[in-house]
């Protein structure tokens, strides 16, 4: 009995050694996660560099200002988030791309149509007149499309495929920004924070693994909180995209994620999260 007992304390020794030794340490290769999620894409179209995305020369164009926008389509500032008017300066060709505030979409749609209309009708060459009736129109998502003149089809294709980066125009930060927050490199493991360097928003990432938690979770919580002070007053998207931050944590990873869509951005960081 006692013989018996004895195999069965070495065979349950044996396999807490096996299944011990088979244990695998999950890690994040946080250079792989910053390719990741600085390419993730929103369905919105990116207005900032469209217009050359369009047109190459475009010396030969005319691209609209807000007080002009209000005086020709008769559109003021409060009537839309993002808007792109240019026309040729030697031909028919023309982009209107808009994405109007959800409670002024009827009448941004109405004064545009209006727009067309006259210009028809003020235009004396019939070829120009059938180019301006046979321009297309095209609404994708919260955005109107207006294209007259050439290519039309293929400059739709352009605008749609040029989507805004959920982290758009990162800027990874530095041992010394992390120090100069308050966080002590010796407490960490490692880690991925990039700030956009854009002036007029806060989008952001951070995976921090460290030593010290509760001291490191402190710090940020200060960081967030200054930040939303910063913007409380100064613009209620950029504070209300602080205020709705994603803070969790995947294994040994803190992680803070400031985005329009910080879900999406977490289901990409998890699928990453694998055995080394």
């Not at 004064?111 to 007149?129: D, G």
């Not at 909180?225 to 100064?234: Q, V």
């Not at 803190?254 to 990409?268: K, M, R, T």
Request: charged content about 30%; overall charge negative.
């Amino acid at each position: 009995m006692v013989i018996y007992m004895k195999k069965i304390i070495v065979c349950f020794i044996f396999l807490i050694l096996l299944t011990g030794c088979g244990t695998k340490k999950k890690e994040l290769d946080l250079d792989h996660m910053k390719r990741e999620l600085t390419s993730i894409t929103l369905d919105e179209v990116d207005y900032e560099n469209l217009a050359q995305l369009l047109e190459e020369d475009l010396s030969e164009f005319t691209i609209y200002d807000t007080k002009e926008i209000e005086s020709i389509l008769g559109l003021t500032k409060n009537m839309y988030t993002h808007i792109l008017f240019m026309t040729s300066n030697q031909t028919p060709q023309t982009y209107i791309v808009v994405e109007p505030v959800l409670s002024y979409q009827d009448q941004v749609e109405d004064q545009i149509t209006s727009y067309w209309s006259n210009r028809y009708q003020n235009e004396l060459n019939e070829a120009t007149k059938q180019i301006y009736q046979n321009r297309l129109e095209q609404q994708y998502g919260n955005h109107f499309i207006y294209i007259a003149g050439n290519q039309t089809i293929k400059k739709l294709d352009i605008i749609k495929e040029n989507k805004k980066k959920l982290f758009p125009d990162m800027i990874v930060l530095e041992k010394e920004d992390l120090e100069n927050l308050g966080i002590h490199m010796s407490d960490v493991t490692s880690y991925l924070f990039a700030i956009t360097d854009k002036l007029d928003t806060v989008e952001q990432f951070l995976i921090i693994e460290t030593k010290k938690e509760e001291e490191v979770k402190n710090v940020i919580h200060n960081y967030f909180e200054d930040l939303e002070e910063k913007w409380k007053t100064k613009d209620e998207l950029v504070y209300q995209l602080l205020k709705n931050r994603k803070e969790t944590k995947l294994g040994n990873y803190l992680i803070y994620l400031v985005s329009q869509d910080n879900e999406s951005a977490y289901q990409i960081i998890n699928s990453y999260y694998q055995d080394v």
